[in-house]
């Protein structure tokens, strides 16, 4: 019969309230983001402001507090598509290799002949020796140079392959160090945008890899793509190079391996510095604002073991000469050495502001970005129109939704007005569902909701019709429902699951805004046989149990 | 008896297959017509797909499209559209206009500096104007999202050729997605006639009616194969009408809640979705007739091999659970 037992009804009942209650907050946005922030705030500081105390005790610590999130085109915001250079680290690698590989090569000198880099292909170091027979000799000592790769797919590989091509020794990345290289660099890379977004304190930025070289990075509430670029700072690297000699012409030959680069803050002088930095930023562990001994702001800062060895190292050796601080390309300051800095600690003095000694020690403990971004999309959302966006789309929402209750009890009477509570109900789940798992809603998301109201009353459109025409073969009341519900579920179970697979096939290759509106109508699908299939059944089965019609009006 | 509303009376004997042939040389000739339209007429594809730049422009003070064309000449970045948007939304001063620049030679995505400039450049005709919003899509990624796109719509259509070729018979498989292709390029013969913005959004939307207009078609499809055994020795041509017929009545009320809901989206929904929800509206138009005069009329001409016991197993499986359930 119509009976539903009872675990089933409390399930069905529970699952309801639970999607209501979960849906709540919603209808409370701003009160309840408001609280959201302040109790993020207060676990995250220990403390709250007078505004934040208040905008706590707005909402009910004990009621649920999650909302959708609402999406960039609702929102307003910034959304960039970043893809990382990956190849510049590998000219880094080959540049740090060379002076390890001049040394081992020199100290054979007398067999292999004269050493000299030759020209090459970023991703390559070539090397000349003078005696052309003894190259094999040549490549072996280079191969003492390659160490195994340490990564689960790369074992048994050595991170370099060399071989030699008349008197060339041709040394590169293996096949497996590449890989191994491009995910260090993306996960550096990811790591130092998600601290610098964060630095700047916005909402629930996401920022995640795309593919292998891609970072996707969006940002709610920022003004503009462009100030998002600015944080993110295209290229922040930070080297100390060797001086050669400073002058005034930009166009001078540095010779090879030099490069020439300006000074940051004196109009006019360059400097000839070598290529291969003695350290660089990467092996940072500590920068922060300190004065220098004229009580001028200054960086402080601090090598990790490798690079502390290397600074001390060169200093060592190089007492006298002057060496270059080497920001963005920009020569900061280039201090004489003094003496031999051991510890691996010094400071950064330059003609700083307070500000920007503060602002560059920040930048530092951030870390460089280990290779450089192009930017291949971004998009501004002004929050005004996601602001018009929102009203539009809940007004169309209303409206839709009066229409569709008002055709369906038209059409059905009672029975109709089943399923319009069911399709509230729906809409319901559907929210209380998306704040649950923190979905994200967007403009297309909205039109998906709507879409879903069209089509979540056709499980009870194919239930009542079938009702309709079991009654016509003149069966009770009851049977014909029992029947209508029977012979509509193979109906409704093809007809959303061929549904659902479109759905999750937007949802795996879609992006942003598309993706959103994947999201709403898989959910919106499984809600909506839900409450089609177990919600109406059960208004249905209640009313039955209560009213026992002779006859049914449908 | 109470009122109701009955847009199809309780029982119809409409002959959907009397004019089989007018109706799919019809569906044949809108295809062909798509087909040539967008080819000769192109589609007009946003930076999405295309690359480039569009800014949204919002004044208080009426437009002059002629004068911000006038500003934005003499920066030389080639192809610049300007449209004003009109949205029965928008505030009585409300002036919204859309800009799109092409891809800039040599840049993965437009700069800075460019919109600056542009921007720059409209303040002096319009100081109050605001720029609303700004998207730039490099032609690197533009080309690869027309590939995505591609791929969604063919993997999406696939997937229901694989599905319904298992929960009914390869005749049914191919009925279904015939009225698919039917769709899409109808669709997308609407877009490129109207010169309609084609971009992600329209993707989506595709892939949308893909799902809704196979929806349809499954619901008749179940109902025939429930038919075919009921009317063992009946003509395929009649078990198909009452078929049809049958499932009438709930193919207008769904089409009917879904347009309604579809069209105060169309109508209120705002300017920046109208493409997306006009594309669904108009696949839920021809979903519906394609589930009927492309699908089904091809299921008639290759005929269903009736002597298979075509009860599916699954179909009984989910009819007892729900028996299961009433207990």
């Known amino acids: 019969m119509l009976q539903i037992p009872l675990w089933k009804r409390v399930v069905i009942i529970g699952l309801c309230l639970l999607g209501l209650a979960m849906a709540a907050p919603n209808l409370f946005y701003p009160r309840v983001e408001a609280h959201n922030d302040a109790v993020k705030a207060f676990t995250e500081s220990g403390a709250m402001t007078d505004t934040q105390a208040a905008a706590k005790a707005g909402w009910p610590d004990w009621l649920p507090s999650g909302l959708v999130n609402l999406g960039l085109d609702l929102r307003g915001g910034a959304h960039l598509l970043a893809e990382v250079k990956v190849a510049e680290v590998y000219k880094a690698r080959m540049d740090s290799l060379w002076p390890e590989a001049r040394k081992a090569l020199a100290a054979e000198r007398a067999t292999i002949g004269a050493v000299r880099r030759a020209p090459s292909p970023d991703d390559e170091l070539r090397i000349q020796i003078g005696e052309p027979s003894q190259i094999a000799r040549a490549v072996e000592i280079a191969r003492t140079l390659a160490s195994p790769v340490v990564t689960l797919t790369g074992v048994g590989q050595n991170d370099i392959e060399v071989t030699g091509q008349g008197d060339t020794i041709v040394i590169r990345l293996s096949e497996a160090e590449r890989l191994a290289t491009d995910d260090r660099t993306m996960q550096q890379s990811l790591e130092i945008v998600r601290r610098r977004v964060d630095a700047a304190g916005t909402r629930e930025p996401t920022i995640v890899r795309q593919g292998t070289d891609r970072i996707l990075i969006e940002v709610p509430g920022i003004g503009s793509a462009a100030e998002l670029k600015a944080l993110i700072g ?55 604002p300190d004065t220098d001994q004229n009580g001028y702001p200054a960086v402080a800062f601090r090598f990790n073991a490798t690079g502390a060895r290397a600074f001390g190292d060169y200093t060592a050796n190089h007492i006298g000469e002057p060496f270059a601080i080497v920001l963005d390309g920009k020569v900061i300051s280039a201090p004489t050495i003094q003496s031999h800095i051991a510890g691996g600690s010094g400071i950064i003095t330059g003609r700083f502001s307070v500000q920007e000694a503060t602002d560059l020690a920040l930048l530092l ?16 959302i002004g929050p005004e129109l996601g602001q018009d966006s929102i009203d539009a789309g809940r007004v169309a929402a209303m409206v839709g939704l009066a229409a569709v209750v008002a055709f369906m009890i038209a059409s059905y009477g009672l029975f109709g007005v089943f399923a319009s509570t069911a399709l509230l109900i729906n809409i319901a789940l559907i929210f209380g569902f998306m704040s649950m798992i923190s979905a994200t809603l967007t403009l297309p998301g909205i039109a998906g909701i709507v879409l879903t109201m069209g ?100 | 008896m109470a009122f109701r509303l009955k847009l199809v009376p309780d029982h119809t004997t409409f002959d959907f297959f009397k ?24 589609l007009n594809f946003g930076i999405d797909f295309k690359g480039g730049t569009t800014i949204r422009t919002e004044s208080t003070t009426p437009l002059d499209i002629a004068s911000y064309r006038g500003v934005l000449q003499p920066l030389n970045m080639g192809d610049v559209a300007i449209t004003e948007v009109f949205d029965p939304n928008f505030r009585e001063d409300q002036h919204v206009a859309s800009i799109r620049v092409q891809a800039q030679d040599g840049d993965e995505a437009i700069t800075p500096e460019v919109i600056g400039q542009i921007e720059a450049a409209l303040k002096t005709v319009d100081p109050e104007v605001k720029f609303i919003s700004t998207e730039s899509v490099g032609p690197k990624v533009s080309g690869e999202l027309i590939w995505t796109a591609i791929w969604s719509i063919l993997g999406a259509t696939a997937a229901i050729l694989i599905y319904v070729w298992l929960r009914f018979e390869w005749q049914f498989a191919v009925g279904a997605v015939a009225a698919l292709v039917h769709d899409v390029t109808v669709t997308v013969g609407i877009f490129s006639l109207f010169q309609i913005k084609f971009d992600l959004t329209i993707i989506a939307a595709l892939l949308t009616i893909l799902g809704y207009s196979i929806n349809d078609t499954v619901v008749v499809f179940d109902r025939l194969r429930e038919n075919l055994i009921k009317y063992k020795t009946m003509p395929l041509r009649d ?28 109508i ?52 007892e659970g729900a028996a299961d359930a009433d207990n």
Do not use: C
């Open chain 1, 234 to 288: 295209t290229t922040a690297k930070l080297t100390f190079q060797p001086v050669i000699s400073r002058g005034s012409n930009p166009d001078a030959n540095p010779g090879t391996g030099n490069e020439i680069l300006p000074a940051a803050d004196e109009q006019g002088i360059y400097y000839v510095l070598d290529k291969v930095p003695v350290v660089t930023g990467d092996e940072l562990t500590d920068a922060r």
């Open chain 1, 365 to 380: 403990r951030a870390g460089a970005l280990p290779a450089g971004m192009t930017f291949l999309e971004e998009r501004t």
């Open chain 1, 455 to 554: 089509t979540a009353v056709d499980a009870n459109v194919l239930v009542f019709e079938r009702i309709r025409e079991e009654m016509r073969s003149a069966k009770g009341p009851a049977r014909a429902i029992e029947l209508g519900y029977e012979k509509a579920m193979s109906a409704i179970v093809d007809a959303n699951v061929t549904t659902f697979i479109t759905g999750l096939i937007l949802f795996v290759l879609g992006a942003g805004p598309v993706r959103g509106f994947a999201v709403t109508l898989l959910i919106g699908i499984v809600t909506s046989v839900f409450t089609a299939i177990w919600v109406t059944r059960l208004m249905v089965s209640l009313w039955f149990a209560r009213r026992r019609p002779k006859q049914l009006v449908l």
């Open chain 2, 19 to 42: 004019h089989q042939w007018a109706t799919f040389g019809f569906s044949v000739v809108l295809v062909v017509a798509s087909v040539i339209i967008s080819l000769v007429m192109g």
């Open chain 2, 239 to 266: 078990v198909m009408n009452i078929s049809v017929n049958e499932t009438l009545a709930r193919t207008v009320m769904t089409s009917g809640t879904t347009l309604i809901a579809l069209i105060a989206l169309l």
């Open chain 2, 268 to 319: 209120l929904g705002g300017d920046v979705i109208r493409g997306f929800v006009f594309a669904m509206t108009w696949g839920v138009v021809v979903g519906t007739y394609s589930s009927v005069y492309v699908a089904k009329n091809i299921v008639l001409f290759l005929g269903v091999d009736r002597d298979k016991k075509p009860v599916d197993p699954s179909a009984k499986f989910f009819t």
